[in-house]
């Protein structure tokens, strides 16, 4: 929220989403431990399962995917016939696994639990143009 209220105040001076970015990290750097960080989202199965388990529709499919709305989050998302839900994000911690990686190990990982596919299709690169898992494995018969 911190990213789009800077990235709209600095859009009249020609600024874009990643100069927000970098303005919403100084800030953080400055103000040190007065800034609450969110926990990051657990990876492990029984907490990903878990969050699954809640979440309503049958699970077709593990998903990882980078939609590059921000610097260095992944997502893994469950796909079902009546949409989709997100149940983690992972940020990129220094010293840590890239973010791809933990991203590729929590998703694979969730979806041999559930016995569902799973789709990365993009672990290096934001692209919000890459083939989803629906579009992928749902296509028609005859297509």
Not at 54 to 72: I, K, S
Not at 115 to 127: E, L, M, N, R, T
Request: proline share 11%; glycine share 10%; hydrophobic share 40%.
């Amino acid at each position: 929220m911190a990213v789009k209220a800077v990235w709209e105040a600095l859009r009249p001076l020609g600024l874009g989403l990643r100069e927000a970015e970098q303005v919403v990290h100084a800030r953080y750097e400055v103000l040190g431990g007065r800034v609450q960080h969110r926990p990051p989202d657990p990876l492990d199965i029984p907490s990903l399962a878990s969050r699954a388990a809640v979440l309503p529709g049958q699970v077709g499919a593990v998903e990882a995917l980078w939609d590059g709305d921000t610097v260095n989050d992944w997502f893994v998302v469950l796909d079902d016939p009546a949409g989709e839900g997100r149940l983690a994000t992972d940020y990129h911690s220094p010293g840590g696994p890239p973010p791809g990686t933990a991203a590729a190990e929590a998703g694979q990982a969730l979806a041999y639990s559930l016995g569902v596919p799973f789709h990365f299709a993009s672990p290096d690169v934001p692209d919000v143009e890459t083939p989803r898992w629906r579009t992928v494995w749902c296509l028609p018969e005859g297509s």
